[in-house]
Nanobody, 123 residues
Framework: QVQLVESGGGLVQAGDSLRLSCAAS????????MGWFRQAPGKDREFVAGINWRSNTNYADSVKGRFTISRDNVKNTLYLQMNSLKPEDTANYYC?????????????????WGQGTQVTVSS
């Protein structure tokens, strides 16, 4: 079993920055890809960013150039640095562990999920 706990969410103004963290415990391994997803009220969960076992990254077009995903395999922690936040970034943000080393943008490819951390961006 793997436990994922997100932190770092909050209420900020448009243009501000936040850094989300996701602490992993249990049967963790740096061999798995990790990802961030988000879900706004009334909308489907959507992919935000992913990082594979080689620390190669990919992003949703909506956050490219503003968000940065990274991982610290010693601390078993995943990060999401979010800059230039917009009101449309408001959502509950979830970290997830992929079923394999490569990850991807589909939520079906992830088998462990955190409880989420709320990010609210006011205009």
């Amino acid at each position: 079993q793997v436990q994922l706990v997100e932190s770092g969410g909050g209420l900020v103004q448009a243009g501000d920055s936040l850094r989300l963290s996701c602490a992993a415990s249990g049967r963790t391994s740096s061999s798995y890809a990790m990802g961030w997803f988000r879900q706004a009220p009334g909308k489907d969960r959507e992919f935000v960013a992913g990082i594979n076992w080689r620390s190669n990254t990919n992003y949703a077009d909506s956050v490219k150039g503003r968000f940065t995903i990274s991982r610290d395999n010693v601390k078993n922690t995943l990060y999401l640095q979010m800059n230039s936040l917009k009101p449309e970034d408001t959502a509950n943000y979830y970290c997830a562990r992929s079923r394999d080393s490569f990850g991807g943008s589909s939520s079906y490819g992830y088998d462990y999920w955190g409880q989420g951390t709320q990010v609210t961006v006011s205009s």
